[in-house]
């Protein structure tokens, strides 16, 4: 996806280790965010972004934490990942906070094994 | 109850067709709404967004909009098999929280 990448793609890692994801945007963008996507849920918000070393939590944000310390650069991390956090994990930028849309990173495959 | 609901599916239409995709929302204040398509194994893509009432048309897609009924709704005329995909409704309140709610998708699949 053009100016928003994820890494890695996919990882499997076993439970109770730390695991932490990045986001990395080119856009500018102020606001960041990171979902998470299961089956019958849908997608859920974990935290966000609106600004360098500002965050906030989302709907779905116990068991993780999020850093932005650039604004180009959004982390988000596990503490002690366990089974429950296997999911597929989406970043997302967007100009404005409640209008435009988002645009997706492709995305990272979790397993906690 | 769900913020957003959708018919999970699968909806099935021949090449050609219109398809119509039904979104309904909980939060009678929710402004913003948004269709977004995602294809297998890939991440969701924006195809419409609509704030006012009424209709929204772009290409062979046609968003409407009811704040009175709490729903939304996603046409696609001329269905191409390219159009199979999960479609994602996002409906957000600016007064209550600065996220977005997303429905579970509907799964379409245009029959050749």
């Known amino acids: 996806d053009a100016g928003i990448t994820q890494s890695p793609r996919h990882k499997v890692t076993e439970t109770g280790t730390p695991v932490t994801l990045r986001c990395h945007q080119t856009?500018?963008?102020?606001?960041m965010y990171w979902y998470r996507q299961d089956p019958g849920h849908g997608l859920r918000l974990i935290h966000y972004?609106?600004?360098?070393?500002?965050?906030d939590k989302g709907e779905v944000s116990d068991g993780y934490s999020v850093s932005r310390s650039k604004t180009e650069d959004f982390l988000l991390t596990l503490e002690s990942a366990t089974s429950s956090q296997t999911s597929v994990y989406f970043c997302?930028?967007?100009?404005?906070?409640?209008?435009?849309?988002?645009?997706f990173g492709s995305g990272t495959r979790l397993t906690v094994v | 109850q769900k913020e957003v609901e959708q018919n999970s599916g699968p909806l099935s239409v021949p090449e050609g067709a219109i398809a119509s995709l039904n979104c309904t929302y909980s939060?009678?204040?929710?402004?913003?709404f948004f269709w977004y398509r995602q294809y297998s194994g890939k991440s969701p893509e924006l195809i419409m967004s609509?704030?006012?009432?009424g209709d929204k048309e772009d290409g062979r897609f046609t968003a409407q909009l009811n704040k009175a009924s709490q729903y939304v709704s996603l046409l696609i005329r001329d269905s191409q098999p390219s159009d199979s995909a999960t479609y994602l409704c996002?409906?957000?309140?600016?007064?209550?929280?600065?996220?977005?709610?997303f429905g579970t998708g509907t799964s379409l699949t245009v029959i050749p």
């Open positions: 609509i704030y006012s009432n």
């Open positions: 856009e500018n963008h102020r606001y």
């Open positions: 996002a409906v957000n309140n600016p007064n209550t929280g600065n996220q977005f709610y």
């Open positions: 972004s609106y600004g360098v070393k500002d965050t």
């Open positions: 997302a930028i967007s100009e404005n906070l409640n209008r435009g849309g988002y645009t």
């Open positions: 939060d009678r204040g929710s402004q913003s």
